[in-house]
């Protein structure tokens, strides 16, 4: 299956540490990439392959993986961080599906 | 400086077909490793990838949309087309135009467009 699951919705206390999940099949044999949207705004790429960040990317945002799960952490939430989240995967037929997207809340 | 700008109608008729350029700039589409894929995102609903071409002409569709994709690209101009038929209502979105990036067992979206909104209406 090429499908990724995401939980619809995460919350956090500002400066505490989050996890959002991503699981699905493919997972077990590529990494996922993280994208965060804020709204009116395209996605942006926050964390890709292993461990990823592009330029300009707080360090605070990290990525992890096992088994038929991805995982985005953030260390220390900011404010700035309240999105919309989504992770993305390619899989064995070249399909590049996304998870259904996680809103971060940060109280 | 990698940019991406969509362009197209704004508003389409139920049954007609969609076209959409993505041109960029930055970056060469014939250059080795090199792609650019098309994702759209209804109004309040999760993104959703459509297809993607790699520099080699290689090129993928999502399996539910697949009968009613096409995508190619002109390296000349530094373009790339999709065109969807039989549009419907429910294809009412904004559609993304983003550059592939490729890494050891992943590929991932570095660089994205503004989007364009496109509502099928009559």
């Known amino acids: 299956s090429s499908e990724l699951t995401q939980d619809p919705a995460v919350s956090v206390a500002l400066g505490q540490t989050v996890r959002i999940t991503c699981q699905g099949d493919?997972?077990?044999?590529?990494?996922a990439s993280w994208y965060q949207q804020k709204p009116g705004q395209a996605p942006v790429l926050v964390i890709y392959?292993?461990?990823n960040r592009p330029s300009g990317i707080p360090d605070r945002f990290s990525g992890s993986s096992s088994g038929n799960t991805a995982s985005l952490t953030i260390t220390g939430a900011q404010a700035e961080d309240e999105a919309d989240y989504y992770c993305?995967?390619?899989?064995?037929?070249?399909?590049?599906?996304f998870g259904g997207g996680t809103k971060l809340t940060v109280l | 400086q990698v940019t991406l700008k969509e362009s197209g109608p704004v508003l389409v008729k139920p049954t007609e077909t969609l076209t959409l350029t993505c041109t960029v700039s930055?970056?060469?589409?014939?250059?080795?490793?090199?792609?650019v894929s098309w994702i759209r995102q209804p109004p309040g609903k999760a993104l959703e990838w459509l297809a993607h071409?790699?520099?080699?002409?290689?090129?993928s569709y999502s399996t539910s949309l697949k009968s009613r994709l096409t995508i190619s690209k002109d390296t000349s101009k530094s373009q790339v087309v999709l065109t969807m038929t039989n549009m419907d209502p429910v294809d009412t979105a904004t559609y993304y135009c983003?550059?592939?990036?490729?890494?050891?067992?992943?590929?991932?979206?570095?660089?994205w467009g503004q989007g364009t909104l496109v509502t099928v209406s009559s």
């Open positions: 993305n995967s390619r899989d064995s037929s070249g399909n590049h599906p």
């Open positions: 930055g970056f060469s589409l014939s250059n080795a490793r090199m792609g």
């Open positions: 493919s997972l077990r044999s590529y990494y």
């Open positions: 071409i790699f520099s080699n002409d290689e090129k």
């Open positions: 392959g292993k461990n």
């Open positions: 983003a550059r592939i990036g490729f890494g050891a067992a992943t590929n991932y979206f570095d660089y």
